[in-house]
């Protein structure tokens, strides 16, 4: 940033501050947090270690990690990292390796680092006393305790000279904002669910790419910047705290009816966490005063409609937040407020009587304004009655105020005025000696008087603006003082509230349910999901309604009562792991999925896409589902697939839930056979629950597999049509493996060569008139139920549309509008017809089923009486 200092013509430019993406304090559009991170790594014998910092500098916000390899797990480190640098926005990230011999390049590829994002450093470590020095400065610390000890990361050497590196990286760019830091927060790991193999993007919970639908999008209804962050927070960090968890459902369940009353008095408020750090280092823009008032009286409205709701709030929150705007009311003038950025501060701010100093300048300021304006009142008063012309007075920075007048109207009273004079004070000004600066449509009318009270106007003016400023910024470390703890119980209580609010939203927006979970132990924990749906693909209407499964895994005690076909297909009442089978597109996958996502957003806090979901609590979950991820580190597929094998024996507990999808599918049939059939006997003797979809039918043959009684083989059915040539998907689980002929059939129903088949849907579409259906669809014709359907033609005939059918009666919905786990207004739940097949429906002679997943996509299902 380039600023420059002096008059002209002798100006000086100089750098004042080096803004980065990491370091962009002022210019953030984006309400997500923006992490500056600082990695300092090590490695000896090929065993890394770690040292994790990062610093969102808009809201203060620190937080910091130290993780080491072992000699059987020697990459753990970076893969917690880069389960960090996942989780958490960093816009820039600032590498220090510790040993010369690490393959740098390898350890960025490894981490999937952009480089444009990255600085290397290769510096001398920083001693201790450095450190100290830094952190008792940065953090104003006195204390009889050493800064690092007081900071309590004296155990953490890698992370506290990680910080060090950071706090240098940042002082080196702009040494303001690193000012007031909020202490460094440890992310340990026994709260939290631990995540591996990269299964937040496997599962679709987020994405690199911004374009692609995710959980997160989903599920995000909050209303604010502080619930969005909070939001984010909560979804990509599970925890394994019962307690903790039964508030945020609690909560949530509170506020299920109401959700829309406070949506929109949430909507009023601003970012009160980016808010709160500007007030600390004095960069709060007068017009983000303005929006702390309005976000106070936002806030003031939602705390009363909560406590009737009997929502938990401190009880001094509600009285410290109306005297936080009762004081900025009485203080400051918030309209003119409203009007500038610090920078561009031009009057006075403050009511009257807060500052005699500046009202006193302000009203001589105006005094002589009037004196201006009597003069300008004076020539007015020359027009005669019913012509009177209005003057103005206006300035430049150039020439000062002047009176301006159009030369036509000048023209009428110019005799006049030259014999005319005005009296101020008891001094005569004659108007003969003024100054006439005629321009093409006006007149310039100035004076050595009106020069003179000019400059007066002028230094008051630049006396009150300096004034201004410094009691400003006098303010705002009096409202940091007294009110900084007031607003971060404000942050926590409206992110908090957002939150549940956007939880209860999706309940009733997408049929979500309370999960119900349980401890976590080491007998009789098992995990039973009924109507269990993937909330993704239920979301595009054009998948058609969602067919939801049960899926039940652990010990069957007498309060099971639901009959799973899990249990049916087990030898005793205990489903430690599921073979899945199926064809592509069968759904297999999305099954898996869909368990691995009801589970992170169980232990997140958030209601799930089931009709009931009940598990003791898991303390990892782990992926190895096939996607691009992690291709361009230069590894083949196989490899990674091992790496990932092997990262998931050795971390993988008796609490752990694994999912795997298609493993070893990057080799030959007879290897892959025998690593999955290894895996599964590694997942059997650790305990784990997990569920592998697979196309190895020979697995069950294979009696080391076929002698674990606690492996299950299931199927997604699927059934072929003879007469229409064509497979029919039914996606429910179904015992055994199924048929391993079905690729066979779904080849057979695409038997033709794909150029004959175009030419063939060519011809067919000119035959059978489709271009008269595509005129009718440019109609853009909607039916008012569902925007996403289009009314060409009655889904039975070629006629036109009368009547949009719902095939589940709109009479079976809840209030919201639900039937079952879809709403009424789904896109497969509604079909078009013409009149004459509309009232054969109604009378009973067309029974119409709903739609039906072939290996040609969704078809209708009726039957005529």
């Known amino acids: 940033m380039v600023r420059q200092k002096g008059e002209p013509p002798h100006v000086k430019r100089y750098i004042s501050n080096i803004i980065s993406p990491g370091t962009n304090f002022d210019y953030l559009i984006e309400s997500s947090e923006n992490y500056l991170v600082s990695l300092l790594i090590d490695c000896n014998h090929q065993i890394y270690s770690v040292g994790y910092s990062a610093i969102d500098v808009t809201t203060g916000k620190t937080m910091i990690n130290e993780v080491h390899g072992t000699r059987e797990d020697k990459t753990y480190a970076l893969d917690e990292i880069f389960n960090l640098l996942q989780t958490y926005k960093t816009s820039e990230i600032v590498l220090t390796f510790n040993t010369e011999s690490i393959d740098k390049e390898w350890v960025q590829n ?55 590196i950071l706090c240098d990286f940042i002082i080196e760019h702009d040494a303001n904002i690193i000012e007031k830091m909020s202490r460094p927060i440890l992310l340990g790991n026994s709260r939290y669910l631990y995540i591996g193999n990269n299964a937040l993007e496997q599962l679709d919970i987020i994405s690199k790419n911004p374009s692609e639908m995710t959980l997160l999008n989903l599920i995000d209804q909050t209303s604010t910047a502080i619930g969005k962050r909070l939001l984010k927070e909560r979804l990509l960090n599970p925890i394994c705290d ?351 999925k869909s368990l691995g996502i009801a589970v992170i957003m169980a232990q997140a806090g958030f209601f799930v896409p089931c009709a009931s979901l009940r598990f003791h609590l898991f303390d990892k979950i782990f992926t190895r589902i096939i996607s691009h991820d992690n291709l361009y580190k230069g590894l083949s597929t196989f490899t990674v697939e091992m790496l990932e094998l092997k990262n998931i024996f050795n971390r993988a507990t008796e609490f752990s839930l694994v999912l795997g999808d298609e493993i070893s599918h990057g080799t030959e049939t007879e290897s892959a056979l025998a690593i999955v059939a290894s895996s599964v006997i590694k997942m059997h003797t650790l305990g784990s629950f997990f569920v592998f979809a697979t196309h190895l039918h020979q697995l069950n043959r294979l009696s080391l597999i076929s002698e674990l009684k606690k492996v299950i083989y299931l199927h997604l059915g699927v059934s072929y049509d003879e007469e229409s040539d064509k497979l029919l998907y039914n996606r429910k689980l179904e015992i055994g493996s199924g048929s391993s002929l079905y690729g066979l059939e779904f080849a057979k129903s695409l038997h033709m060569d794909p150029t004959f088949i175009k030419t063939a849907y060519d011809i067919r579409r000119s035959l059978a008139g489709e271009l008269g259906d595509m005129e009718l669809l440019k109609q853009k014709k909607r039916s008012k139920y569902n925007k996403n359907l289009y009314l060409a033609k009655c889904a039975l005939c070629d006629e036109y549309v009368e009547e949009v059918h719902h095939i589940k009666a709109q009479e079976c919905a809840d209030e919201h509008g639900n039937i079952d786990h879809f709403h009424q207004n789904h896109r497969y739940n509604l079909i078009p017809l013409c009149a004459k097949h509309h009232k054969m429906v109604h009378e009973g002679k067309i029974v119409i089923s709903g739609f039906v997943m072939g290996s040609d996509g969704l078809k209708l299902k009726y039957e005529e009486k």
Request: contains cysteine; proline residues 3%; charged residues 25%.
């Open 242 to 592: 019962l307690k903790t968890l039964n508030e945020r459902f609690d909560l949530s369940a509170q506020l299920i009816s109401d959700y829309k009353k406070f949506e929109i008095a949430l909507k009023q408020v601003y970012d009160l966490e980016r808010i709160l750090r500007r007030i600390a280092l004095k960069k709060l823009h007068p017009l983000e005063l303005d929006y702390l008032g309005t976000s106070l009286e936002a806030i003031l409205g939602i705390l009363k409609a909560a406590e009737l709701k009997k929502v938990p709030i401190p009880k001094e929150l509600f009285d410290e937040s109306e005297a936080l705007l009762l004081m900025l009311k009485n203080t400051f003038v918030l309209d003119s407020c409203a009007k500038f950025r610090k920078d561009q501060i031009s009057e006075n701010l403050f009511q009257k009587g807060i500052f005699p100093q500046i009202d006193k300048i302000e009203q001589n300021k105006q005094e002589r304004f009037s004196a201006l304006e009597h003069i300008a009142n004076h020539i007015e008063a020359l027009f005669e009655e019913g012509n009177r012309s209005t003057l103005s007075i206006e300035w430049l920075e150039s020439e000062g105020h002047y009176i301006a007048i159009s030369r036509n109207r000048f023209a009428l009273i110019e005799d006049k005025l030259m014999q005319s004079f005005i009296t101020i004070g008891e001094q005569h000004y004659f108007f003969k000696d003024f100054t006439y600066k005629h321009l093409k449509n006006s007149v310039k009318i100035s004076a050595s008087l009106i020069d003179e009270i000019s400059q007066e106007i002028t230094l008051s003016n630049l006396q009150m603006i300096a004034l201004v400023k410094q009691r400003y910024d006098e303010m705002l470390e009096k409202i940091e003082t007294h009110y900084a703890l007031t607003l971060e119980h404000l942050i926590s209580f409206v992110g908090t509230l957002d939150v549940a609010l956007s939880n209860a939203k999706c309940a009733v927006l997408y049929n979500y349910v309370r999960p119900e979970l349980l401890p976590m132990q080491e007998k009789g924990r098992f995990i039973e999901a009924i109507g269990l749906r993937h909330p993704l693909i239920e979301s595009r209407e054009e998948n058609g309604i969602y067919i939801p499964n049960d899926l039940f895994l652990g010990h069957c005690t007498p309060e099971i009562t639901h009959d799973h076909v899990t249990l049916e297909a087990c030898h005793e009442n205990d489903v430690q792991g599921i073979l899945l089978y199926g064809i592509n597109s069968s759904g297999k996958s999305s099954l898996m």
């Open 110 to 164: 490894y981490l999937e680092i952009t480089p444009s994002v990255v600085h290397c450093i290769n510096k001398e470590r920083l001693k201790v006393t450095y450190q100290n020095e830094l952190f008792g400065r940065i953090y104003a610390i006195r204390s009889l305790l050493s800064p690092i000890e007081y900071l309590d990361i004296e155990r953490y050497p890698y992370a506290s000279e990680s910080l060090a």
